[in-house]
């Protein structure tokens, strides 16, 4: 059974900062994409970051609304994604979600592999 493992989240002052990490025992991330989503009470999960297979060649994106304050980051060696959230804001509570898609997924839409998520809350 795939397993994605997330951790890493917490309760932080709005302007603080956390690292989310997530590690799988059976899904090689270099050869998938990465990605961090997160959903917030009565909202859709919505993407946040992701990285693309692959090694000095792996591309980034970001949602609009954390592009600047996120960073995607991938260790190979540690088979481990991370997300690093600067400067965070009220708005970025919500459940946090690791997620990989194996080549040939569409990289939209609510596919691939999902980890139990990790909570994340900002207090004002």
């Known amino acids: 059974q795939v397993q994605l493992v997330e951790s890493g989240g917490g309760l932080v002052q709005a302007g603080g900062s956390l690292r989310l990490s997530c590690t799988s025992a059976?899904?090689?991330?270099?050869?998938?994409?990465m990605g961090w989503y997160r959903q917030a009470p009565g909202k859709q999960r919505e993407m946040v970051a992701r990285?693309?297979?692959?090694?000095?060649?792996?591309?980034?994106d970001y949602s609009g609304a954390v592009k600047g304050r996120f960073t995607i980051s991938r260790d190979n060696a540690k088979n481990t994604i991370s997300l690093e959230m600067n400067n965070l804001r009220p708005e970025d509570t919500a459940v946090y979600y690791c997620n990989s898609r194996r080549p040939g997924v569409p990289p939209e839409g609510d596919f691939g592999d999902w980890g139990q998520g990790t909570q994340v809350t900002v207090q004002s």
């Open positions: 990285i693309s297979r692959g090694d000095d060649d792996a591309t980034v």
């Open positions: 059976n899904i090689i991330f270099s050869l998938n994409d």
